[in-house]
């Protein structure tokens, strides 16, 4: 049901325009829609089987409209922003069920039914405060998809298959380990959401999406720990095995919200697609496998599961040091012929790229960063020193800093990225 709905989605968002309005009130209605169905599958008073048919249709309808909402906002906001949001909000969808599994079923029933409502009001009001208007589908150049990194994608890929490879082999977290599984998930999510952090308030780093290598050593630790311990303690290599594959869940996230992001591309459409390639397909997949009992024979699943992962994991981990292979030689061909003018630009353009800057901007921050002061930038750009305040004074808000040093620290920061140390020029 979340497929077909978000096939139908991506199809009425292709060809046909809506307002702000219409889609906020799609929204409430979705949101309905999964209230009226968490309310039919948690209910005791409605334990049978059509109901919760009924139930599950309405909350993968609702969901999918919720889904992409949320990944609008997502592709929206700055990418340092939508990654804490990302991993923070992994966190809590592992700690709630912890919560609540203790919570009478009627009080269950109540607050399923009333998050979806709750949860959609909250999400209209942020992307009314955060997101830009945006009425019906924009046209991609080729040059933007040119500018998608591929290998990536590749990598998510794969890690996708992964799921229709455990199902193959029949591994998944028995209800005795449900509660293991739950609390290695939030582990596993507490370790992403901290790595953000630091990345982010630490290393005062702005692109969340090249933290990627490390969360494919995570994926690769959950793969290499399940095909050398299953024989040994089954339940808990499966465990981690699959807390450890929420890891991509949060990477895809992450890195389609920067990607759409920072080339301006239609949230909608790509976020969907996106979802779809990595995991709605491969867990209807994985799901079909488990329903028609299409798994590999018992007398060879223990032996062909551990082969199975030991390959995904040698995999992974060789996926990881091609990319960061080639990623190194890109950066080592860039920086000879660039001359500290050149990468200084290039500086400003990335940051101009990742914080949406107006042209008027990205000039100013350049001159700003050569050393101009605030009235040699407003003569070199023949106009009023109050303009060039007004530009700044925009310029720092977006960047979220508040004086000049801090600029100079985030271009820095873009320098060192493109192994190019050239100092900034001081104060004219």
Same mark, same amino acid.
């Given at each position: 049901?979340?497929?077909?709905?978000?096939?139908?989605?991506?199809?009425?968002?292709?060809?046909?325009?809506?307002?702000?309005?219409?889609?906020?009130?799609?929204?409430?209605?979705?949101?309905?829609?999964?209230?009226?169905?968490?309310?039919?599958?948690?209910?005791?008073?409605?334990?049978?089987?059509?109901?919760?048919?009924?139930?599950?249709?309405?909350?993968?309808?609702?969901?999918?409209?919720?889904?992409?909402?949320?990944?609008?906002?997502?592709?929206?906001?700055?990418?340092?922003?939508?990654?804490?949001?990302?991993?923070?909000?992994?966190?809590?969808?592992?700690?709630?069920?912890?919560?609540?599994?203790?919570?009478?079923?009627?009080?269950?029933?109540? +607050?399923?039914?009333?998050?979806?409502?709750?949860?959609?009001?909250?999400?209209?009001?942020?992307?009314?405060?955060?997101?830009?208007?945006?009425?019906?589908?924009?046209?991609?150049?080729?040059?933007?998809?040119?500018?998608?990194?591929?290998?990536?994608?590749?990598?998510?890929?794969?890690?996708?298959?992964?799921?229709?490879?455990?199902?193959?082999?029949?591994?998944?977290?028995?209800?005795?380990?449900?509660?293991?599984?739950?609390?290695?998930?939030?582990?596993?999510?507490? +370790? +992403?959401?901290?790595?953000?952090?630091?990345?982010?308030?630490?290393?005062?780093?702005?692109?969340?999406?090249?933290?990627?290598?490390?969360?494919?050593?995570?994926?690769?630790?959950?793969?290499?720990?399940?095909?050398?311990?299953?024989?040994?303690?089954?339940?808990?290599?499966?465990?981690?095995?699959?807390?450890?594959?929420?890891?991509?869940? +949060?990477?895809?996230?992450?890195?389609?919200?920067?990607?759409?992001?920072?080339?301006?591309?239609?949230?909608?459409?790509?976020?969907?697609?996106?979802?779809?390639?990595?995991?709605?397909?491969?867990?209807?997949?994985?799901?079909?496998?488990?329903?028609?009992?299409?798994?590999?024979?018992?007398?060879?699943?223990?032996?062909?599961?551990?082969?199975?992962?030991?390959?995904?994991?040698?995999?992974?981990?060789?996926?990881?040091?091609?990319?960061?292979?080639?990623?190194?030689?890109?950066?080592?061909?860039?920086?000879?012929?660039?001359?500290?003018?050149?990468?200084?630009?290039?500086?400003?353009?990335?940051?101009?790229?990742?914080?949406?800057?107006?042209?008027?901007?990205?000039?100013?921050?350049?001159?700003?960063?050569?050393?101009?002061?605030?009235?040699?930038?407003?003569?070199?750009?023949?106009?009023?020193?109050?303009?060039?305040?007004?530009?700044?004074?925009?310029?720092?808000?977006?960047?979220?800093?508040?004086?000049?040093?801090?600029?100079?620290?985030?271009?820095?920061?873009?320098?060192?990225?493109?192994?190019?140390?050239?100092?900034?020029?001081?104060?004219?």
């Amino acid at each position: 049901m979340q497929i077909f709905a978000m096939v139908l989605l991506l199809a009425i968002e292709r060809f046909c325009s809506y307002t702000s309005r219409q889609a906020s009130a799609v929204l409430v209605v979705a949101a309905s829609l999964q209230a009226v169905g968490s309310f039919l599958l948690f209910s005791p008073a409605y334990g049978n089987e059509q109901s919760a048919l009924v139930a599950l249709i309405l909350r993968g309808v609702g969901s999918s409209v919720f889904l992409l909402a949320f990944g609008r906002l997502l592709c929206s906001i700055e990418p340092i922003k939508s990654a804490l949001v990302i991993a923070g909000g992994e966190v809590l969808v592992g700690v709630f069920p912890v919560i609540f599994s203790s919570v009478p079923a009627d009080a269950v029933a109540f +607050v399923s039914s009333a998050l979806p409502l709750a949860a959609a009001f909250c999400l209209l009001w942020a992307i009314e405060k955060t997101a830009t208007a945006e009425s019906g589908s924009s046209p991609v150049t080729r040059e933007q998809l040119k500018k998608i990194p591929i290998h990536p994608i590749i990598l998510l890929i794969l890690c996708a298959l992964s799921t229709i490879g455990i199902a193959l082999v029949g591994q998944t977290p028995q209800a005795n380990v449900d509660l293991l599984y739950r609390l290695l998930t939030i582990a596993v999510n507490l +370790v +992403v959401f901290s790595a953000y952090l630091i990345w982010i308030y630490g290393l005062k780093r702005n692109d969340p999406d090249t933290l990627w290598p490390f969360l494919m050593v995570i994926i690769f630790v959950g793969l290499f720990v399940f095909s050398s311990f299953s024989s040994i303690a089954p339940d808990a290599a499966s465990s981690l095995l699959s807390a450890t594959r929420k890891t991509l869940m +949060v990477f895809a996230w992450v890195f389609m919200a920067s990607i759409i992001y920072q080339l301006k591309l239609p949230a909608i459409p790509f976020f969907c697609l996106g979802q779809l390639a990595i995991s709605q397909i491969p867990h209807t997949i994985a799901f079909f496998i488990r329903q028609y009992d299409l798994q590999i024979s018992s007398n060879y699943q223990e032996t062909s599961a551990t082969i199975l992962m030991a390959i995904m994991a040698l995999a992974v981990i060789a996926g990881v040091l091609v990319v960061v292979y080639k990623s190194r030689l890109a950066a080592s061909a860039n920086q000879h012929p660039a001359s500290p003018e050149a990468a200084l630009k290039a500086a400003i353009d990335r940051l101009s790229d990742q914080y949406s800057l107006s042209s008027r901007e990205a000039e100013v921050a350049l001159l700003l960063a050569k050393g101009y002061t605030l009235g040699a930038t407003a003569e070199n750009l023949t106009v009023s020193l109050d303009t060039v305040r007004t530009h700044a004074k925009n310029l720092y808000r977006k960047l979220d800093i508040h004086k000049r040093q801090e600029l100079l620290s985030l271009v820095q920061g873009e320098l060192d990225l493109t192994a190019c140390n050239a100092p900034i020029g001081g104060r004219r």
